[in-house]
Each structure stands twice: as structure tokens, then as C-alpha cells.
């Protein structure tokens, strides 16, 4: 059993393979395995269609959403907790003031979103009325958030200050004030014709549930802990969006 999956440059992303690593671990009486990370950049919809049509990789993670868990085979065990449910702004820094006087719901959509075409966040924050500006690539929203082309990208709390420390030269700043709110599963994927790696997986990930090791590896990311912490600060409004009906 070889996973391959695509690598990812973030701090955090660390966590992904090394949670995969675990849970095939714990279930490794059931056959060997290797997991293979892949460099070349990919972006997600790429990914959910080379899984899909058992291409160049087997296996991915990402939030989930209507059509993925049509297309793919979803392991049914969030591997963000509750985390992934909160979202901070990247804006440009000098917007700060105006995003502190955004007290309601309904003045937040006077602004414009940006997020990648096919991000389960894309399809709630339509539902909810907020505009977005979309793109194919990750990559293309930075410039177009410097370029004006739309106001904040919403970014789960563990993503943001990493992505603006990468970014610093191009004066991006966290947004200090919102916390938008709504619950998107995130989960391993694999394709529905391989549901056998993903139910070892699932299983694997049951048993270090249970024996505490996936909590032990969740507390041992920096990014994690920060947001648990931001999270309880209770600091910033809290917009509810509500998710669309399935």
C-alpha cells in the first residue's frame, strides 16, 4: 500500500502526513505501506480529480463539501476538530479600521471575499450573501488582495499568521476584530474505488483516538494551540454563517 499525496509548504502542514503515518501505524498488521509526497504543485480541484480518476495521487485533505464527498471517498473523522470551523481575514494592513467599524452581518457584505473556486468555504459564503471574487490557483489571491480586487480572504486560524509571515513584504495583516463561524468537516480522501485505504485509515485513526496518540500529535502543532487559545480568548465578534442544505 503506497499512499502518494501532494506536499504542502505551510508550517502546519506537517501534521497531515504524520497524522496519515499514525493511523496507518496502528493498523499496520493489515499490510505494509509507504507514503510518498509528491512536490509538484497541484491545486486542489487537480487533486480531487487525480484521485478521483486514480492518477498520479491516492490521497488527500481538505474541508468538505457536497460534491467532494460525491466524487471521492471521505474518511468520516474530522482531523481538525473544531479549528477548522473558525476563520480570520487576510487584509491589506491599512484596512484595519475600516473592518473594526463592521459591527453586523449585513455590513460585512459591503465587502468582497476572495477564495479559490471550488473551496467548500466558497459555497457557504455565498449561501450566507456575502459576494466572492474567486480564483483557480491559491497562489493568485494574494496579488489579487494586494491589487484591490477584493477586500479579505477568509483563512482558518492556523493558516493566517503563517501565510502573512510568508507574505510580510507585501503588507498583509491579520484581521484583529471577526471571527467568522461555520462547521466544514475536514477529512482524508481517497478514491471511492481505493475505500479500502480509506477505511484502514479510518480505522487507524479511531485507535489513536482512542489511545490518545491523535491528541498527543494534534497538541504537539504551535499553529493548533495558538488558535485553541484565540478561540477561548472569546476577543472578536463572532459572525454565524449557516452551512447550505445538502
Do not use: C
Not at 501534521?15 to 509528491?38: T, W
Amino acid at each position: 500500500m503506497t499512499p502518494s499525496l501532494h506536499h504542502a509548504w505551510a508550517a502546519h502542514a506537517i501534521y497531515f502526513p504524520r497524522l496519515l503515518r499514525l493511523a496507518l501505524e496502528k493498523r499496520r498488521s493489515e499490510g505494509p505501506f509507504q507514503i510518498v509526497e509528491m512536490d509538484q504543485q497541484l491545486t486542489r480541484p487537480r487533486q480531487a480529480a487525480e484521485i478521483k480518476n486514480n492518477g498520479i495521487i491516492n490521497l488527500m485533505w481538505d474541508g468538505s463539501n457536497r460534491q467532494r464527498e460525491t466524487d471521492l471517498y471521505a474518511v468520516p473523522v474530522s482531523l481538525l476538530r473544531h479549528l477548522n470551523d473558525y476563520r480570520v481575514f487576510l487584509i491589506r494592513a491599512e484596512n484595519q479600521p475600516r473592518f473594526s467599524a463592521v459591527l453586523t452581518l449585513h455590513q460585512l457584505r459591503m465587502l468582497k471575499a476572495g477564495a479559490g473556486v471550488n473551496w467548500p468555504s466558497t459555497e457557504v459564503l455565498r449561501a450566507n450573501k456575502l459576494p466572492v471574487v474567486t480564483s483557480i490557483a491559491y497562489e493568485y489571491l494574494f496579488p489579487m488582495l494586494r491589487a484591490k480586487r477584493f477586500d479579505y480572504m477568509p483563512r482558518g486560524v492556523y493558516e493566517a499568521d503563517n501565510e502573512q509571515r510568508v507574505r510580510s513584504a507585501d503588507n498583509l495583516a491579520v484581521e484583529q476584530t471577526i471571527f467568522l463561524h461555520y462547521r466544514i468537516a475536514f477529512y482524508f480522501f481517497v478514491s471511492r474505488e481505493n475505500a479500502a485505504l480509506g477505511q484502514r485509515v479510518e480505522r487507524g485513526l479511531r485507535l489513536a483516538i482512542k489511545d490518545g496518540s491523535f491528541d498527543k500529535l494534534f497538541n504537539s502543532i504551535p499553529a493548533f494551540r495558538q488558535t485553541q487559545a484565540e478561540i477561548d480568548a472569546r476577543k472578536r465578534r463572532i459572525f454565524e454563517l449557516t452551512y447550505p442544505e445538502h
